[in-house]
């Protein structure tokens, strides 16, 4: 899914992976028809964001319009707070055995595709971002 031709940018930060897409209603329907049959996933999420998505690592000043986002990390390593451990390897090890993982997916509504013209998979929860 993200070794596509319309991706934009892409990084990692330890556990934690992003991938932007710039694309129209029928490339993001593909997209979302394609991670809502992905399996280990604990639900499958699209958020929706007002403005104009834009890519750019963390350590960037600046970067490049984008319509959408698929953010994914084990699940375990979103859960390292809320683990109990004696020490900093016991609760990564706890973390690391954790199954499943947290893939979502965003999308701004500013940009260049209209909710109205995308097919939501039934198994996709639709959310506005907070």
Known sequence: MVNATNRVHGFFVNAEDVFFFSGN?????????????????????????????EAKSPWDKTGRACDWKFYGCPKGWLNLATLKGTNFIEVMQKAAKEPGYVLEVHLWTGGRIALDQVIVPQNVEVAKDK
């Open 25 to 53: 209603a029928s490339n993001f329907t593909t997209f979302l028809t394609d991670y809502s049959q992905m399996s280990g996933v604990e639900k499958h999420r699209l958020i929706l964001h007002d403005g104009i998505g």
